[in-house]
């Protein structure tokens, strides 16, 4: 069973800091997603990883497959960037293509 | 941009009441699923769905849930007879192919069993 963790757990950054969050996870997967969660609760994707590295504005995404850890960097963060960061694995092949979830890590932008 | 839409965004139900949750899926994605998230926890998978049938479903699913693509167009979740431990939010999503391209989450409905 795979078991996905992500540390912090909790951010607090001030605006422009260079800001990480980590997840490491137990077994081998197909790929990591990395999610974005607001207030008031709705789930948006922000990268699908399966190898190196995808940049999208702020945000760079990085995997280490053989590590099995991931990365999520935001540059010069800012307060609308203030969300839950989420990353889920995946393991795809057959019939289901489940998310198994990590805790999440609660990140604070302070203008 | 394709959306996953969900309804209602908020459901009171009393406890052992059946309710529904509806999900439009986007129309060209082939994998259907229900996930929950209980205030403060995780999200957690309930069930995958495709070919119009269940492919996997966690232990969390049980006889009481089941869920339907009556028409080609909506998801429905079924819980038949609510308890309190059933509140949370439900998010429906959708995915094209089996490495997940254009997986995308509705915008979740939040159940309150009271």
Known sequence: KNEVEQSPQNLTAQEGEFITINCSYSVGISALHWLQQHPGGGIVSLFMLSSGKKKHGRLIATINIQEKHSSLHITASHPRDSAVYICASLNYGGATNKLIFGTGTLLAVQP | ?114
């Open chain 2, 1 to 114: 941009e394709p959306e996953v839409t969900q309804t209602p965004s908020h459901q009171v139900t009393q406890m052992g009441q059946e309710v529904i949750l509806r999900c439009v899926p986007i129309s060209n994605h082939l994998y259907f699923y229900w996930y929950r998230q209980i205030l403060g926890q995780k999200v957690e998978f309930l069930v995958s769905f495709y070919n119009n049938e269940i492919s996997e479903k966690s232990e969390i699913f049980d006889d009481q849930f089941s869920v339907e693509r009556p028409d080609g167009s909506n998801f429905t979740l079924k819980i038949r007879s609510t308890k309190l431990e059933d509140s949370a939010m439900y998010f429906c999503a959708s995915s094209l192919w089996t490495d997940n391209y254009g997986y995308t989450f509705g915008s979740g409905t939040r159940l309150t069993v009271v």
